[in-house]
């Protein structure tokens, strides 16, 4: 089997799902619309490409890249669902982005019925499989698609990456527990952006007040895409750890290995499938138009793998 990937988490999983059967990962440099050729997006790709090579060569997969321009013209074996763009023929998909799980639509409508309608359509055209295509997704799903639905193992993955973590990390030349020293809150912020000012700042000081109540520390983990700094909305820098340091365009799943995270708070994200093992808050706005706006999306993986949210 040959994977076409851009996450290395997305490797991880695949590795989990077909073991020795995934012969070759071909790297599919991430595709950012209007901000090619920038020097984020050209950070982004070579910090992923080297945490890929790291993975791909630890499990013994043979590895590759080409552009996204040139994956266009391949007809594609396994991929992962951010590259479903050319999902046609594909004989799997894994369902790794939260949003993704739209596809399988909502349990209830009552709330947001056009919005959920839409979003439902809009993914179901997207994903253009064909009968029988398997989409491997984080728990079997019973709602009907043309295409077959398997449950990926959680527990696999996991292993996997407390496997892989130290020699990605050495890899990348940062002694990670030496930095992740003390017991500590994991906070996956919001993409300020999109989320505007108020909520990330009720965000963390949300983060701030439960750091306090529970005596630990605060390792900030923003998404690869946001250039916020939000160690400057604590009140209390004391609480910081790793704040000097960059890892925006490290997989976050792999923080999830370390012994001192005792805790995560975080928006809706993919990650959260695999960190089952770690008590978590998961917050969002009650802002009804911004809920709708930024999360009503995330709705179907939250459901699906039994996380509930707090409104703040």
């Known amino acids: 089997m040959i994977l076409y990937f851009s996450s290395p988490v997305a490797l991880v999983t695949a590795y989990a799902i077909f073991s020795s059967d995934l012969r070759q990962a071909i790297f599919v440099k991430p595709h950012n619309r209007g901000n ?11 910090q992923l490409q080297k945490i890929s090579q790291i993975v791909a060569h630890s499990l013994g997969v043979s590895f590759t890249q080409i552009s996204f321009k040139d994956y266009l013209l391949v007809k594609p074996d396994i991929i992962e669902s951010s590259l479903a763009i050319n999902s046609n023929g594909a004989n799997g998909i894994i369902i790794n982005g939260s949003d993704s799980y739209c596809i399988f639509g909502f349990n209830n409508y009552f709330r947001f019925l056009r919005t959920k309608i839409k979003l439902k359509r809009l993914f179901r055209n997207n994903f253009r499989v064909h009968s ?14 043309k295409s077959q639905n398997e449950a990926i193992n959680q527990f696999e993955v996991v292993q996997l990456l407390n496997r892989l973590a130290p020699k ?11 930095i992740i020293n003390q017991d500590c809150i994991l906070v996956l912020p919001p993409i300020h952006k999109y989320t505007g000012n108020d909520f990330s700042l009720r965000f963390m000081k949300s983060v701030e007040i439960f750091a306090k109540e529970h005596n630990l520390k605060v390792f900030v983990k923003p998404h690869r895409n946001d250039e916020t700094n939000y160690s400057l909305s604590l009140i209390d820098k004391s609480l910081l750890l790793g704040d000097k340091l960059d890892f925006r365009t490290v997989p976050v799943e792999f923080f999830f ?35 709708r706006k930024s999360f009503l999306d995330q709705v179907p993986f939250l459901e699906s793998i039994g996380i509930k949210v707090q409104k703040i």
């Open 168 to 178: 990605v990390f050495e890899g990348l030349g940062q002694n990670i527990e030496s």
């Open 257 to 291: 290995t370390l012994k001192h995270v005792l805790y995560i708070m975080a928006v809706p994200s993919s990650s959260l499938a695999l960190s089952k093992e770690i008590n978590s808050q998961v917050l969002v706005p009650k802002n009804r138009q911004l809920f």
């Open 132 to 145: 029988k295509a398997i989409l491997y997704s984080y728990t079997k799903h019973p709602e009907k698609l």
């Open 36 to 46: 090619e050729g920038s020097k984020l997006h050209l950070e982004l790709i070579s």
